[in-house]
Every structure is written in C-alpha cells, then in structure tokens.
C-alpha cells in the first residue's frame, strides 16, 4: 500500500495498461500523456520507490516541452496526421478505404497511448495481441500488419514523433500462389448457359477484359474511346490509379452498345444498382453453383472447378495474350501493370502455356538485354 501511495503522489504520471489473451496484464507509465516512457511493470524497479522516482524526475527536465506536446505525441494524433499526409492521400480511393478498416481499428485500441510505446519492443507483441481479432483470415492479419508497419514507419520518417519502432520484418500467415490457375473456354460458356443478361454482362467484362472485381462496375460509357481499328477501354485502374487501355473485343463493344439508355454503368448489379467487387464476385459464386447444379443433373455439361474465382480472369486473359505472342509492354498496358511487375507475372504463367515459354523468355532476355539489365 505504500508503494501504491508513493506512485500516486507523483503527478503527471500517465498509466497504460496492456492485457494479452492469455490473461496477462502489463503496466507502463509515462511522464504525462505523450510523454515518454520511464517504467514497466515488468522491470526490476519498484514502482513508488526511490529508482522509480528518480526515472520520473530525469525526465521531468524537459518538462516544458513534454507540456507543450501532450496532444502532437498521442498515438491518436499521429494517425490523424498521417490521413492528411500526402502519403495517405494520394493512395487509391480502394485502398485508403482499406486502410482505413484497420487504422480505425489500432486508432481505437491504442489511440489514447503515447505514441512512445511503439519505440519499445514490447510494443510488437501488443499489436500481434491486438491482431490476433484477424486470426482467422491469414489475408486479413498481414493486411493489418502492412497497415501498422507503414503507419509506424511514416512516423519515424516523415512526423519525427518516433525515433525507431520494432515492428518491422513480421512474417507473413497468408501465402497464395494462383498463377497456374485459369479458365478455360468451356467453363466460361457452361456460366453463361445458366446467366442471365444482367450477369452476362459481368462475365462478358470479366473474361474478355480481363477486369478486377473492383473494375467491373466503375466503367461508363466515356471509357468506351474509338481507336483507329476498332475501339478500346481506357481508364484508371481503382485500386493503384493505373493507367489501362483495353481493346474493346467485339463482346467488349456489344457491352457498351447494349446499355440501356440512361444507365450511368455499363454493368450494374441485379437491382440495376452500381456494382460492388463483393456483389460481382458472389454473381460468379453463384454462377459456378448453378452451372454444376446443371452438370449434377446432366453429364453432357461441364463442371467448374470449385477453386476458380472471378479473379482469376486476370491470369485467364493475361495468359492469353501471352499465347497469341503479344509484348511485354502491350501485356502491361492491356493489364495495368509495371513493366517490372509485368516480366515478372509472365514469366510464372509461362508455366501455363508451355508451348510458348521459350519463346516468352527469349523476348524477356531481349527486353532486359536493351535495358541493360
């Protein structure tokens, strides 16, 4: 009871407890909100005794600064100014809403704290605490952990309000590797058998455009551009803000020249709203069921593979303009892709169209050859 009647008599100490899954509690305290550091309950020093007070009056001598502040070194004001930084604003309106999800999440869990605990390494094993809410979704935890990393790491490099921070070189749960995964014809004519014309046109902007789920509902009729042969899709991608130029197949252009008078989006949902990436991928979810529920029922029809996904049109339609032997560059522009990113893509679906890996390789040897690489 003395100690606890010691630690109370010293003003301005700000307290932070941390309980883990386990049923462990931690203490730290702080000379006031904001301020740094100056005792763990997990250290040899007791709290209200002479150490522990001598800790508190060392970094009370800059006890003016640390007023002045209080409010700039909460963990809750640095997130604030890293969503008015131009590194969180010029990011893509997908993934800011991405990352808003977890921000507001650590916002809520850490907010309150100085934003000195992160230069602690104890401070790892509370976020991974704090991250165990995803466990159940590998994708969802290493999101959160990319999230905290470039939160922490803006921090340090652009606010100055931490000096190191430890959460760095985190494994990763999720691995997924679907480059040797692909449509083939047949599966995608056995989903149109079973669609109706509002879910036609998803697959048809799926599979001739190689369209993510996210890019499927944003395309409106001025990114339908007459090219000197024909026709093409040019728009910015919604998740990285790239640049993309697709040529409008003839399914491409009876997309657009089918659209109903008055209708803002190419495509749209069932109830003619706009359509979300989770609404287009549960159209091929229940696509792919109702095809096999057909199949089930009738063994001249095809069967989809279970572990296609709307997704995987990407690869689909990047492995064939690998095939017909387009360049790497007409692969990137067509794909939204880095020329980097690009070499790199194609050369895992080179396993994919054997027939032309060689040929792809030379090319790839070629590119780099010019480039000097």
Excluded at 80 to 96: C, I, K
Excluded at 190 to 217: F, Y
Aim: glycine content about 6%; proline content about 3%; hydrophobic content about 40%.
């Amino acid at each position: 009871m003395a100690k606890s009647k010691k630690a109370k008599s010293l003003k301005g100490v700000h307290r932070v407890k941390k309980r883990f899954s386990g049923g462990g509690v931690r203490e730290y305290h702080y000379a006031f909100r904001g301020g740094p550091k100056f005792w763990s309950s997990d250290s040899d020093v007791d709290e209200g005794g002479p150490e522990y007070a001598l800790a508190f009056a060392s970094v009370l001598r800059g006890r003016e600064l640390l007023v002045r502040n209080v409010g700039r070194n909460t963990t809750r004001a640095v997130v604030e100014r890293y969503l008015r930084s131009a590194h969180f604003v010029n990011l893509g309106q997908r993934t800011q809403d991405d990352y808003k999800k977890y921000i507001s999440a650590f916002d809520q869990e850490f907010g309150e704290d100085p934003i000195a605990i992160f230069e602690e390494k104890e401070a790892v094993a509370e976020v991974r605490e704090w991250k165990n809410r995803w466990a159940h979704s590998p994708k969802q935890y290493d999101y959160a952990t990319s999230v905290v990393t470039r939160l922490l790491n803006w921090a340090m490099s652009e606010d100055a309000s931490i000096r190191v921070y430890h959460h760095v070189n985190i494994a990763r749960l999720y691995r997924s590797n679907r480059s040797d995964i692909v449509w083939l014809p047949e599966e995608l004519r056995a989903l149109r058998a079973v669609a109706n014309d509002r879910e036609k046109r998803v697959v048809i902007a799926a599979s001739e455009g190689g369209l993510t789920p996210q890019d499927i509902g944003v395309l409106r009729k001025e990114h339908v551009q007459e090219t000197p042969k024909g026709r093409r899709l040019f728009f910015r991608r919604t998740k990285t803000g790239k640049t993309v130029s697709i040529p409008a197949t003839p399914a491409l252009s009876d997309l657009n020249d089918t659209t109903p008078v008055g209708q803002e989006y190419l495509v749209v949902s069932l109830e003619g709203h706009k359509l979300t990436s989770e609404r287009a991928s549960g159209i091929f979810r229940d696509l792919k069921a109702r095809a096999n529920k057909a199949a089930a029922e009738d063994a001249s029809l095809v069967h989809v593979r279970e572990e296609l996904r709307l997704s995987d049109l990407r690869g689909t339609v990047a492995t064939e303009l690998l095939r017909v032997g387009c360049s790497l560059n007409e692969i990137a522009v067509t794909m939204g892709w880095g020329l980097r990113h690009a070499a790199n893509i194609i050369e895992k679906y080179a396993a994919v169209a054997p027939e032309v890996a060689d040929e792809v390789l030379d090319k790839l040897n070629a590119q780099r050859k010019l480039r000097g690489e």
